[in-house]
């Protein structure tokens, strides 16, 4: 973990510039917007719903809301910085998703909400990890899932299936 400890800021915060030097994603498909803590067994973070997302022109018309779909994916993104911070050489690994279970929305996520994601490991190696995820706004829980990421050689990965 220590190894992104150089991406904080003076607050402790980890912003969507460390972001994006961690995790293969930029601004255009980005769900977080600052780490908030990161320990080798959590991480939280938070992404701010503006309301000028692309996103929110076709879902529910008339009624904005954040997609469930990518409110798994910034689950999704939190599980992968956490797991990432356990791999000494996570640079050379993709970590991808590759199973969800027991995903459950609880209530929408509006603009102007501001999301926590807050990820807990149960069990990782250098074959995967385990995590349980739960999405807040205020406190309120919107959503939960159970993640299983896949940790694999990068290269291999990317020689495999590119075109």
Do not use: C, W
């Given at each position: 973990?220590?190894q992104?400890?150089e991406?904080?800021?003076g607050?402790?915060?980890?912003?969507?510039?460390?972001?994006?030097?961690?995790?293969?994603?930029?601004?255009?498909?980005?769900?977080?917007?600052?780490?908030?803590?990161?320990?080798?067994?959590?991480?939280?973070?938070?992404?701010?719903?503006?309301?000028?997302?692309?996103?929110?022109?076709?879902?529910?018309?008339?009624?904005?809301?954040?997609?469930?779909?990518?409110?798994?994916e910034?689950?999704?993104?939190?599980?992968?910085?956490?797991?990432?911070?356990?791999?000494?050489?996570?640079?050379?690994?993709?970590?991808?998703?590759y199973?969800?279970?027991?995903?459950?929305?609880?209530?929408?996520?509006?603009?102007?909400?501001?999301?926590?994601?807050?990820?807990?490991?149960?069990?990782?190696?250098?074959?995967?990890?385990?995590?349980?995820?739960k999405?807040?706004?205020?406190?309120?829980?919107?959503?939960?899932?159970?993640?299983?990421?896949?940790?694999?050689?990068?290269?291999?990965?990317r020689?495999?299936f590119?075109r």
């Open positions: 973990m220590s992104f400890s991406l904080k800021d607050n402790g915060m980890i912003g969507a510039e460390g972001i994006k030097k961690i995790i293969p994603y930029n601004e255009h498909f980005l769900f977080i917007d600052n780490v908030i803590s990161l320990d080798p067994n959590r991480i939280v973070a938070v992404k701010k719903i503006t309301g000028k997302e692309d996103f929110l022109k076709g879902h529910f018309v008339g009624f904005p809301i954040m997609p469930g779909a990518l409110t798994v910034g689950m999704g993104q939190a599980a992968t910085l956490l797991a990432r911070s356990n791999i000494p050489n996570h640079q050379e690994k993709e970590v991808l998703a199973k969800l279970k027991e995903v459950k929305f609880s209530a929408p996520i509006l603009p102007g909400d501001e999301v926590r994601y807050d990820m807990s490991l149960i069990a990782q190696d250098e074959r995967g990890a385990i995590l349980q995820g999405a807040f706004v205020r406190e309120a829980l919107v959503a939960e899932a159970l993640i299983m990421l896949a940790i694999v050689s990068r290269a291999e990965f020689g495999k590119s």
